[in-house]
């Protein structure tokens, strides 16, 4: 079976540009979460969307917004990117439901903004 | 507010020397507590789900336990591939915004 699968793998970008970044569930997950992870530091929780609607935001500005489609995959957007938002960005999927369930996650998107 | 703290941040082991690694929590009514091992450049891979004080789970040489407080990663006789990052995280009190320890970096020397 195919795991979470997160595209691209990496990316270059300059300051104040866009980004769109994707990522596909395993088979039968109806639950995303995106999160960032700088070095040396955890992963920190962006969002998380159950059947397409939001079900949690962490502590990041409206430059960060997702969206999840019919198909339960992904895409995270960044706007106006600051040297900050340089981090691996790990998308997760986990079946969802009434209560929290163990995530597993795709390989990630190394963003480097210059 | 809801914390998740792991201890100590890096570890150094001969390989075959046990020890355990640390994880306190302060989430109020915890549903759930989660870890995962990462490697350098890669996703978390998840490890186990504890849900109850007392709760235990095993998976070759590790060992994951739970309290009201905290949880503590076991490792028995560690082999240099265990080297790598450990992760713990808790769903914060009462929402899905899942908060993860900052890692205890693992180093076995063979």
């Known amino acids: 079976d195919a795991g979470v699968t997160q595209s691209p793998t990496h990316l270059i970008k300059t300051r104040g540009q866009h980004v769109t970044l994707r990522c596909s569930p395993i088979?039968?997950?109806?639950?995303v979460s995106w999160y960032q992870q700088v070095l040396g530091q955890g992963p920190q929780f962006i969002f998380q969307?159950?059947?397409?609607?939001?079900?949690g935001r962490g502590n990041f500005p409206d430059r960060f917004s997702a969206r999840q489609f019919p198909n339960y995959s992904s895409e995270l957007n960044v706007n106006a990117l600051l040297l900050g938002d340089s981090a691996l960005y790990l998308c997760?999927?986990?079946?969802?439901?009434?209560?929290?369930?163990?995530?597993?996650f795709g390989q990630g998107t190394r963003l480097t903004v210059v | 507010e809801d914390q998740v703290t792991q201890s100590p941040e890096a570890l150094r082991l001969q390989e075959g020397e046990s020890s355990s690694l640390n994880c306190s929590y302060t989430v109020s009514g915890l549903r759930g507590l989660f870890w995962y091992r990462q490697d350098p450049g890669k996703g978390p891979e998840f490890l186990f789900t504890?849900?109850?004080a007392g709760e235990e789970k095993e998976k070759e040489r590790l060992k994951a336990t739970l309290t009201k407080k905290e949880s503590f990663l076991h490792i028995t006789a560690p082999k240099p591939e265990d080297s790598a990052t450990y992760l713990c995280a808790a769903p914060e009190t009462g929402g899905f915004k899942t908060i993860f320890g900052a890692g205890t970096r693992l180093f076995v020397k063979a």
């Open positions: 088979s039968g997950h109806k639950s």
């Open positions: 969307y159950y059947e397409k609607e939001e079900r």
């Open positions: 997760a999927s986990s079946r969802g439901g009434a209560l929290p369930s163990e995530a597993f």
């Open positions: 504890l849900y109850s």
